[in-house]
């Protein structure tokens, strides 16, 4: 085997990894990237330092969510990293905006390929690897090397705790896939890295449905800054906000076995559909069928009894909390 993809030491207990599908990567670069972008997005871009990242939307004029996407500080910029298949959407709904600011869009997506390290001893292990200390901050990233593959790491929680993307050029791919082979730690499907995601909570494209507000998903806290200045659809927002709830909510579908509930499969309350299943899986956190699903408030009211195909489920929080009994989102 080359010296170049043995690996430093033996796997952690607790750590998997996987191949994950090309995220989309959007590079908006130039002197007024990030002005430009903070009129755009619920994040407060300007106090983001090169290698710090956050959470935000893209919402229309009406408020509803075109994209929920990571935003990270790059030297010349920001880096967008949303879920496959966002990039070309998202760059022609900024360029719709763009007319005299120094800013240049790219959609780099086909240069990369992203690998998942998950796990309570993943982030340690990797700071063995590659001699680097990862920042705590959820959504940090910086640049290290595997055997001799450059890579960027990030510190993304979108697959619950413990979890970090190791991004490499798309030509070094294959190298990396057999690096990690070359290690003790298991290599795990798509489909697990799926059921980390929904456990998570952690929406992607098909999760969002037409005229979904940023407040329905849940992640004001990580995704929304409530005090910058002005942005496309700021006015939905600060409405919502000043009213202190919404109509609808992204939750988890809990049903009473191992079985996953269907997707396109409508959550019922009292003969009425008040949601749909759009994603599903086995928990790893529960032993038990999971769906998300947004839906409407009166499900989670006390004393509701919501149905899925006629059989009873619990509406959960997310993520998915390690003990759930008489749930309620």
Not at 90 to 110: G, K, M, P, T
Not at 259 to 270: F, I
Not at 285 to 310: D, E, Y
């Amino acid at each position: 085997m080359d010296a170049s993809i043995t690996p430093a030491d033996s796997a952690p207990p607790a750590a998997w990894w996987a191949a994950v599908p090309a995220r989309s990567a959007l590079l908006v670069d130039g002197a007024d990237a990030v002005r430009f972008l903070d009129n755009f997005t619920t994040a407060s871009l300007a106090p983001l330092a090169v290698g710090g990242g956050t959470e935000g939307f893209f919402a229309d004029g009406r408020g509803q969510v075109i994209a929920v996407a990571a935003l990270l500080r790059t030297p010349d910029g920001i880096w967008i990293d949303a879920a496959p298949g966002i990039a070309p959407r998202l760059q022609e709904h900024l360029e719709h905006y763009h007319i005299r600011e120094a800013v240049a869009f790219r959609d780099a997506s086909a240069e990369r390929a992203a690998f998942l390290l998950h796990g309570r001893d993943a982030t340690a292990w990797l700071e063995r690897q590659t001699g680097v200390s990862l920042p705590p901050n959820t959504l940090a990233h910086g640049g290290a090397t595997l055997g001799d593959i450059p890579i960027t790491l990030l510190a993304a929680d979108w697959y619950g705790p413990g979890g970090c993307l190791v991004i490499v050029a798309a030509g070094d791919a294959d190298r990396m896939a057999a690096w990690l082979g070359a290690t003790d730690i298991p290599q795990r499907s798509l489909a697990d890295v799926e059921a980390a995601r929904i456990d998570a909570g952690s929406p992607e494209p098909h999760d969002i449905s037409p005229k979904t507000l940023p407040q329905e998903l849940g992640r004001d806290g990580r995704a929304i800054c409530f005090t910058k200045g002005c942005y496309l659809g700021q006015e939905t927002v600060a409405r919502l906000d000043a009213l202190g709830h919404v109509n609808r909510r992204l939750v988890g579908v809990v049903t009473a076995d191992a079985t996953p509930p269907d997707v396109h499969a409508d959550v019922m309350l009292d003969g009425v559909a008040v949601g749909t299943i759009t994603s599903a899986c086995v928990s790893p956190t529960l032993g038990a069928g999971l769906g998300l699903a947004i839906v409407h408030v009166r499900a989670l009211a006390a004393g509701a009894s919501p149905t899925l195909a006629g059989a009873p489920v619990r509406l959960v929080p997310l993520p998915v909390p390690a003990a759930t009994t008489e749930a309620e989102a």
